[in-house]
């Protein structure tokens, strides 16, 4: 590994992230280098002091810019950012320093005081805000008598002393409630570049400036009318619409919050004596055995030693009811333990851990850009470019009949035009409809599926493990005469229990949900299990002449002629030859069919693929309610048959279960798998739906055309906003507090009518 850069001038408290146990908590290596010693790492940041697209720009040219830096994408709305940087040629305090040289904040994204920081920069807005708003109303007090008086009628000396009494209280406006204006744009000023800050505070600048003028020299040029009135207002709209935009906007980020956030800094770990002691998670290892207390999260992936208590998975599997949890019982990291003390053997820690892998899908939308939102982005500066401009020759237009108005309507064009609502339009919306549906229990890996599964009109359905749950459920079965269908069920019981085999743990579900109970004096001895064949132990069972080997299994096993069934069959024979047959079906998941009419009545067209046979995959297909279906496809045929639609001009969409699934997933126009079943980070789909129901599958579709009504309806009102107050404040007709309002008012709209996303999807 060669040397990275000399780092020169970098914050000290940035070096302390150099650390490779460090940056681990906010990185992952990449998958092409994680067998061997990773170079290249993926990290999460959080940037303080974003505002606009702009600044967003701003942040990945600074990151871009920095040697080692190979890719860097920041979303305005999320306020975060995605790193990927190369350990042999840069280190974080680097990249880092050069983002916080640009005049912003970057922060570990698992930083667990940057909400406290977030928190303490709203309060200090909010007193910003209480300023601008407290000095507004005693500077339209001392306004109004000129409001409703004609020229003359009030004294040349008390219209200066009311001029005066403005002039001081809009100080306090100026020096504190502007300050953020005014930093922003004069970092923007010495790195050369424009923002959306630089406009506003140049229209503040000059209208405190020109009626400065007209306080101090009534008689020159400026001195027909002050604005201050008009200043203090527009501050007082625009710190208002900022306010309740960042309140806004962290509840649209509250699930990632939420979720990155849930684990503890510290849990007890065991000693070797027995007892227990408080340590860093860091320093746990697989094997540990840690104390988990009710109201802690669960730190690790593993299995229950000692103990019972209820478990809540809500955010992880959007299972809403909390779950059983006892010895032998596996818990995952960032659920967490509700009612009772338990020990908890760690099994996978970091990043091997399912919450780490849902947290970096999570994080992994949260910094992705949609198309429209990128467009959005390479428009905002040439448009912020074009509004100085257009700035700059109405003033030169209306100079010569009136100075002061001419430098009034400058300021409208610069305040009104900032097009803060045209770059959260689209962000803004599928952040929220991404936070709904974590909620619900399904991640959304890129945004930009949203769009695409706006438009799809045919999704494929995989049948095993998607439209039915991972096991088996019995269908019928039949015995031999003079054997009972209990005691028979009973003793398939007794072999299965030793198995992990799914058709072992079908026939002992069947037994327990039955409560068939053997009859007093059997006796099962010797249990072995025949790798692909079944069971066989040596069994006692006077009551049904049952004496000697038993076998459990295949026909093969049992010596019995292979019968002809649709469904899997199971025999257990004796001695005496057949004594049982048990016939297993796929178990399909109790909400298949509801989801199934859910999409029909969407207008979505049903088909079903399985590598099944095709007499299964109808039978299953007729349950489930769908009208097409094909059996005994390999993946290959799948990913065929999915093109050949698609030639046709349908967009597909594809839901499976990850496992063998996987080029028909990455072939289609969007894709879902079910995240039980496959490492979360190696996914080919957009979307994961964690928990075992495919409702949220359905409520998925509903809720990508929600997201792209109201994308639509941002971007409408956008663009009309800025037809309509662009002719009017170049025309003279709008005075600058309008135009404050109006723009603070056109980026809230924007956000709030993004956040009915937030609500679930309702069906038609």
Known sequence: MSEPLPRHGVDESLRLLDDPEEWREFSRPLEAAAEAAPACWESSVVFEGMHCAACAGTIEDALRSVPGVQSADVSAASQRGRVVWDAALTQPSQWMDAVRRAGYRPLPAHDPLASERRLAETRKMLWRLGVAGLCMMQVMMYATPTYFTRPGEIEPNIINLLRWAAWVLTIPVMLFSCQPFFANALRDLRQRRISMDLPVALGMGLTFVVSTLGTFEPEGPFGHEVYFDSLTMFVFFLLAGRWLELRLRDRTAGALEALMHRLPESVERQRADGSFERVAVRRLRVGDVVRVLPGEAFVADGVVLRGTTTADEALLTGE?????????????????????????????????????????????ASTTKPRLARLADRVA?????????????????????????????????????????????????????????????????????????????????????????????????????????????????????????????????????????????????????????????????????????????????????????????????????????????EDLRDDAKTAVQTLAGLGIRVRLLSGDSAQAAERLAGLAGIAEARGGCTPADKLATLR?????????????????????????????????????????????????HLMPVAALFVKARDTMRVVRQNLAWAAAYNAIAIPLAMAGWMPAWAAGLGMATSSLLVVLNAMRLSRPAEFA
């Open 320 to 364: 809403s009811t909390p779950l059983a949890r006892g010895v032998g019982d596996t818990v995952i990291a960032g659920s967490h333990n509700l009612s009772g003390v338990v020990e908890q053997r760690v099994d996978r820690l970091g990043e091997d851990t399912r919450y780490a892998q849902i947290v970096a899908l999570m994080t992994e």
């Open 644 to 692: 050949a639609w698609q030639q046709d001009g349908r967009s597909v969409a594809m839901v499976g279960d990850g496992l063998n699934d996987g080029p028909v997933l990455a072939g289609a126009d969007a894709s879902v798998a079910f995240g039980r079943s496959v490492p979360l980070a190696r996914a080919q789909s957009d979307f994961v739906v964690m928990g075992d």
């Open 381 to 585: 500066k040439p448009f912020l470019a074009a509004m100085l401009l257009a700035s700059g020759l109405a003033v030169a237009w209306w100079w010569p009949s009136d100075p002061g108005h001419a430098v009034m309507i400058g300021v409208a064009i610069l305040v009104v035009t900032c097009p803060c609502a045209l770059s959260l339009a689209t962000p803004a919306a599928m952040l929220a409809a991404a936070g709904s549906m974590a909620r619900s229990g399904v991640l959304v890996r890129h945004l930009q599926a949203l769009e695409t599964l706006a438009g799809v009109d045919t999704v494929v359905f995989d049948k095993t493990g998607t439209l039915t749950r991972d096991g088996f459920v019995l269908a019928r079965m039949s015995t031999r005469p003079g054997v009972a269908r209990g005691q028979a069920l009973a003793l398939a019981a007794a072999l299965a229990r030793g198995s992990l085999h799914p058709v072992s743990r079908a026939l002992v579900a069947a037994a327990d949900a039955e409560a068939t109970v053997p009859t007093a004096g059997w006796r099962v001895e010797a249990a072995e299990e025949v790798a692909g064949q079944g069971v066989r132990a040596q069994v006692e069972a006077p009551a049904i002449g049952v004496h000697g080997a038993v076998r459990l299994g295949s026909a093969v096993l049992c010596g019995l002629e292979p019968a002809s069934s649709e469904g899997l069959q199971v025999h257990l024979a004796d001695g005496q030859g057949w004594l049982a047959s048990f016939e297993l079906r």
